[in-house]
């Protein structure tokens, strides 16, 4: 009995080794075997994932069995394109894809068999008055999105030039008009509360400083609630997340020295799960058994500005945010999230206020 807890503690604790403090864990894998018309393994072919989402690429090359593999992909729908080799890919010369392809936690399969799919159209000529309709509809929908994608690319394209020549105020109305054509996705908003932040030290107006402020705070806002919204419509296996956070608490209760790793892990998964509240409760826990851990101050915070109202002009967090940075900062003074914290301060009308490295007084002697 006691090797068999042993046994399944290690997994436990090998589990939340496997977090680390970019919250890697909500991804997925995907894998597939890739044949030509035919049916031969297609080997150096390159195969492309592309989040419809949010933009982001993963480029995957087979091996000489046509195999392809990769860990690591977010959650959401995918375009796949697979080329016969490099050269195509930089000719964009395509053999096959698939568009909309739903990316889960968990590990997901999508082949490419030229062969097959030629001998499955070959079947469908015969297709009904209703199924040519389903067809037909498809393919106005897939066209009108592939339009849409192209135009908001083209607005972040834009956007990213002027911003990196500096000239935000081109950059912010670029990706607005941006949210005109679409205003769901994601990427867009949370570029969009990027250029309004960096445009504040150009503002010589105290006032449109915070108006500015505001307005990325209200960006990112929004990104994250379209993002919160799209993980809980694509997630059909939220099961798993409590899987996960028993599998953490299971952690702490058996090994007394893992508990702040464990409940830092859960709020990790929770807050990637759209549970912020519970996500907070977890990394309290995690605080208390270690007050020293930064990145649980700096993600609850987060967590609470997404909470934030706007009152007239002025953007009001709930209580504990700006005290949850403030720490952050203490602790982490130099760390990857200090500008940030710091910006994000500002947004919510607090000043920086920090006493890490402040040298005592030295006491009078004695006399």
């Known amino acids: 009995m006691k090797k068999h807890l042993a046994i399944l503690l290690f997994a436990v604790l090998a589990l939340g080794l496997s977090v680390p403090a970019v919250f890697a864990q909500a991804s997925g894998s995907v894998k597939g075997v890739c044949k030509d018309a035919q049916g031969n393994p297609i080997a150096d072919g390159i195969v492309v994932w592309t989040n419809t989402d949010n933009g ?111 000239d935000y105020e081109t950059a912010i109305t670029a990706l607005n008009d941006a949210t005109q054509m679409d205003a769901t996705r994601d990427l867009v908003w949370f570029k969009l509360g990027d250029y309004y932040r960096l445009s504040v030290p150009k503002q010589t107006d105290p006032a449109e400083k915070q108006k500015r402020l505001d307005s990325a705070v209200q960006a990112y806002q929004k990104a994250v609630q379209i993002k919160q919204g799209a993980t809980n419509d694509k997630d059909p296996h939220a099961t798993k997340i409590d899987d996960a956070v028993k599998t953490y608490e299971l952690a702490a209760q058996t090994d007394p020295s893992s508990v702040a790793q464990s409940y830092f892990n859960i709020g990790a998964v929770l807050t990637n799960s759209g549970r912020p509240d519970e996500a907070n409760a977890a990394f309290d826990k995690c605080l208390a058994a270690d007050p020293t851990r930064s990145e649980a101050y700096y993600q609850k915070g987060l967590n609470l500005l997404g909470k934030a109202t706007l009152q007239g002009d002025k953007t009001i967090a709930p209580p504990g945010t700006a005290e949850a940075f403030q720490k952050y900062l203490e602790l982490a003074p130099s760390g990857p999230n200090a500008q940030s914290a710091k910006d994000l301060l500002a947004s919510i009308g607090s000043k920086v206020e920090t006493s890490y490295g402040t040298k005592k007084k030295t006491p009078p002697p004695k006399k």
């Open 56 to 166: 982001q690429k993963y480029t995957l090359k087979t091996n000489k069995k046509g195999e392809y593999f990769s860990l690591g992909l977010t959650p959401g729908k995918y375009t796949v394109v697979l080329y016969k080799n490099a050269d195509d890919l930089k000719a964009n010369k395509e053999m096959d894809h698939v568009k909309g392809f739903q990316v889960q936690l968990a590990e997901n399969e999508l082949p490419f068999d030229m062969k097959k799919e030629q001998e499955n159209a070959a079947k469908g000529q015969g297709l009904s008055p209703e199924q040519l309709k389903q067809m037909q509809e498809a393919q106005a929908k897939a066209a009108k999105e592939t339009n849409t994608v192209k135009a908001l690319n083209e607005k972040l394209n834009i956007a990213k030039t002027a911003a990196d020549a500096g």
